[in-house]
């Protein structure tokens, strides 16, 4: 459980306020952001403690920048833990007299700090538990606002992966492996010609299917050919007859890629 910060998923519908209950040293130290973006003109409310975004005088969940299903968080920031806020609240000077209320503010805001610290560090990746340490456990939250890659081993966007699916061909399959156990109307007597119903392939999936004919992988273009018309695609196995009784006698799979 986080210590200084609560999240709730906006509605986006009616005016709202968003409580929490972590302490604060300063009114101002208490945030609020709409998916991912800090929001500006807040007010605060107390008992119970909730905060409130207000647009153009009103009351307002939106801001013009929430949507229905977008993460709120209401957070504290105490000074110290952001750049250009290093500062301790109580400065102690020599011979001065230290009371109760300094002592326990500058002590608050360290713990403060620390928790905030804590509370990042739990929410962000972390090593799987498996001794696997190449790898991190995202525990099934989105990652997200992650930028475009650049070098070769740079994680890729959903949106960089679309536009590369687009210009080759707009793919719409999943990959699949269809195995084919065929009966045929007559023997063939040169090549042996399979249809598969219902899977259509674009040009730049045909020219990357693997077909394996009893265990052996063989050579597009010379060993067989696949082509796809309406919403079939028709796999051709070329230069021999491998059925006998209309039933194709070795087993035969074809891998379909992205």
Same mark, same amino acid.
């Given at each position: 459980? *986080?210590?200084?910060? $609560? /999240? ?17 040293l300063s009114d101002d130290n208490v945030? !609020? ?7 500006? &003109? ?6 119970? /403690?909730? #905060? ?12 013009? !920048? ?16 952001? %750049? ?10 020599? +011979?001065?007299?230290?009371? %109760? ?11 403060? #700090?620390?928790? %905030?610290? +804590?509370? &990042? ?21 989105? #990652?997200?606002? $992650? =930028? ?5 081993q740079d994680a890729v966007t959903k949106?960089?992966? /679309?536009?590369?699916? =687009?210009?080759? +061909? ?6 699949? $492996? ?5 009966? &045929? *109307?007559? =023997?063939? =007597? ?19 299917? @693997?077909?394996? $004919?009893?265990? !052996? ?8 050919? !696949?082509?796809? *018309?309406?919403? /079939? ?6 230069? %021999? ?14 891998? @379909?890629?992205?």
């Amino acid at each position: 459980m *986080a210590l200084s910060y $609560v /999240d709730y998923t906006s509605a986006n519908t009616t005016a709202a306020t968003w409580a929490f209950t972590f302490p604060r040293l300063s009114d101002d130290n208490v945030k !609020v952001k709409y998916a991912g973006v800090v929001q500006s &003109h807040t007010t605060m409310l107390t008992n119970p /403690d909730r #905060i409130a975004v207000w647009t153009d005088g009103n009351l307002n969940v939106s801001k013009g !920048v929430s949507v229905s299903g977008d993460l709120v968080r209401v957070y504290r920031e105490t000074p110290g833990t952001i %750049e250009g806020s290093e500062i301790m609240l109580v400065d102690f000077a020599d +011979g001065s007299i230290l009371t %109760e209320a300094d002592l326990d503010k500058a002590a608050q805001q360290l713990l403060y #700090i620390s928790q %905030e610290y +804590g509370d &990042h560090a739990t929410a962000s990746l972390k090593k799987t538990s498996s001794g696997e340490t190449e790898f991190f456990d995202s525990e099934s939250i989105k #990652i997200s606002n $992650v =930028a475009d890659p650049v070098d070769s081993q740079d994680a890729v966007t959903k949106s960089v992966f /679309d536009t590369s699916i =687009a210009a080759v +061909g707009g793919i719409t399959i999943a990959p699949q $492996v269809v195995s084919l156990s065929i009966g &045929h *109307a007559a =023997a063939f =007597a040169t090549n042996t010609v399979i249809a598969i119903p219902g899977v259509v392939l674009n040009t730049y999936q045909n020219t990357r299917v @693997i077909c394996v $004919v009893g265990g !052996v992988i063989q050579r597009p273009d010379t060993d067989f050919t !696949v082509a796809s *018309a309406g919403a /079939d695609t028709t796999l051709t196995i070329l230069g %021999e007859d491998i059925t006998s009784a209309d039933v194709t006698l070795y087993p035969i799979s074809i891998q @379909i890629p992205y």
